[in-house]
């Protein structure tokens, strides 16, 4: 039945218990407000054809607004064509998962001395997420990469002033809208001092010269399959226990892989909604000198330091 002839006919009910004195009560008003309802419904149902797709348009524009305003904290100058999508945004226009990649999947296994073809087989492109143990060996940024080691180095850096304009920030919880504010905070809220604010940050680096120095520290993960390359912008995530990422998917080009240099941090992976019935949710700690490969793009996520440390982190998305 059309809403049109249900309004006709609760109208036509109606006005007869009225005509033979029927005493609905409350209904009566009830009745009357569900008779307009539907008259209402069928007004939209009768709206010029091009108006529900202006509604949309109009819709999305505001759902985007704040990544117009938000483009000066994440635009990337090197990714000139890049523009800052918001969650929402993120979420709503992402294609569906192929749900093998995580059906069966229970845990986030730790594994240790893996090939690269091993990884390659296992992990690196088939969206299953693991820890590798023994990955840090040789490298030398777990004992110097700490707040006063990057301080030093960006404040040293000639490309620090622009810092912002060429790189991604992520503020978080704070209220630092750019490193430099982070690196100006006091020297009692950097070392997590008891009755200090607690904060966590993250930033991609886009600047060479901290890149070469970063890299005398770290190496390429040994396990990356020989034909990967990990790409060139290092992202560093930093900060006090008890804070971390909120739940969030990624839409960047590739999965990364993320060093914990200090502290722990738990890991929550939720895997997409069209693969709540196929998949489960997964949590790991990942502790000092290990490596988390995930492809964030594909698993939703959040983060929370669960060490009495602060949490340092270095890594990059590889192909
Ligand atoms: O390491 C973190 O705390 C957050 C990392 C993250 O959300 C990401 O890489 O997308």
Not at 16 to 44: F, N, P, T, Y
Not at 206 to 233: G, I, Q
Not at 238 to 262: C, E, F, I, K, T
């Amino acid at each position: 039945m059309s809403s049109a002839e249900a309004e006709r006919r609760l109208g036509a009910l109606l006005a007869k218990a009225r005509s033979m004195q029927v005493c609905l009560g409350g209904e009566s008003s009830r009745l009357e407000g569900a008779r307009r309802l539907l008259g209402h419904r069928r007004s939209i149902a009768g709206w010029p054809p091009w108006l529900p797709a202006a509604i949309l348009a109009v819709t999305l524009a505001l759902i985007a607004w704040p990544a117009i305003e938000l483009l000066p904290l994440g635009w990337s100058a090197q990714d000139a064509c890049s523009v800052y999508m918001p969650d929402q945004l993120v979420r709503a226009l992402r294609p569906p998962e192929d749900c093998s990649m995580c059906r069966g999947l229970t845990k986030v296994e730790k594994v240790a001395n893996i090939s690269p073809e091993e990884f390659e087989k296992r992990y690196a492109y088939t969206g299953c997420p693991v820890v590798i143990v023994d990955a840090m060996v040789n490298w030398t940024a777990q004992n110097e990469f700490s707040f006063e080691f990057f301080k030093e180095l960006y404040e040293e850096s000639s490309e620090y002033s622009s810092f912002q304009m060429n790189c991604q920030f992520f503020p978080y919880e704070t209220e630092f809208q750019s490193l430099q504010e982070v690196f100006n905070m006091s020297e009692d809220r950097a070392r997590m001092k008891q009755g200090t604010k607690p904060w966590y940050i993250g930033w991609s680096n886009c600047d060479e010269v901290v890149a070469r120095v970063l890299r005398r520290h770290y190496s390429r993960p040994y396990f990356l399959p020989a034909t990967a390359e990990s790409k060139r912008t290092d992202w560093v995530f930093m900060g006090s226990p008890g804070y971390g990422a909120h739940m969030h998917v990624d839409n960047v080009d590739h999965p990364s892989w993320q060093a914990q240099l200090r502290g722990s941090k738990l890991w929550k992976l939720q895997p997409p909604p069209e693969c709540y019935y196929d998949c489960l949710s997964m949590e790991i700690t990942v502790d000092r000198g290990e490596i988390i490969v995930v492809d964030t793009n594909r698993w939703y996520h959040s983060t929370l330091i669960v060490s009495e440390d602060m949490s340092i982190t270095i890594g990059a998305e590889f192909d």
